[in-house]
């Protein structure tokens, strides 16, 4: 084996993992910046839930750090920049939260882990009467849009349509905290 040929085979046993390791350098930054924003992370039987982990951290640096609480709205807007469907889950969670805090003060037992979750808060709070119709309604459009964004392939809003989702479903909100308020909480 003479030099060129020794060098030929070096070049090409070396090609692909310069090549990886060119682009996680030259790629370092972004990912770092996305790596937080990740829900979950799976590499072999490497399984990592970042939602859940960081969300559990948040809240306890809350309470040791009053300061580092942030608005729904501020949070949720930063968030459309970069990633427009994660805000859009996290705007739903958002009215998931507030409905089910309005719920659980009206009817003393319920079951709420079922697999169609969503549309049991929405009928319930039809049932109770604890929304008007028009509100019910777009109780179970915002659900739908969800949907969309969490189960359809391929399917991705853009940060206009984002934003005007998370505008909806924070005035949801505001109602449905408004309205939990001023409810009672049921006798067992």
């Not at 090409?12 to 937080?36: H, I």
Request: glycine share 2%.
């Amino acid at each position: 084996m003479d030099v060129t040929q020794f060098i030929v085979e070096l070049a090409d046993k070396l090609a692909w993992p310069l090549v990886v390791l060119a682009a996680l350098v030259t790629l370092k930054r972004p990912l770092e910046n996305l790596l937080p924003l990740a829900r979950r992370l799976k590499y072999k039987d490497l399984e990592v839930e970042f939602d859940q982990v960081l969300q559990a951290v948040s809240r306890d640096a809350a309470g040791v750090f009053p300061e580092l609480e942030q608005d729904p709205r501020s949070r949720l807007i930063a968030t459309v920049k970069h990633l427009p469907n994660a805000a859009v889950l996290e705007a739903w969670d958002e009215v998931d939260s507030a409905a089910e805090t309005l719920i659980r003060k009206q009817v003393s037992e319920v079951d709420l882990a079922v697999d169609t979750r969503y549309k049991t808060l929405g009928t319930m709070l039809a049932r109770q009467a604890l929304l008007d119709t028009k509100k019910v309604k777009l109780f179970h459009e915002l659900r739908q849009l969800r949907n969309k964004v969490a189960h359809a392939e391929n399917f991705s809003v853009g940060p206009a349509e984002a934003v005007q989702y998370i505008e909806l479903c924070l005035k949801l909100v505001e109602h449905l905290n408004r309205v939990s308020t001023s409810v009672s909480t049921p006798v067992s």
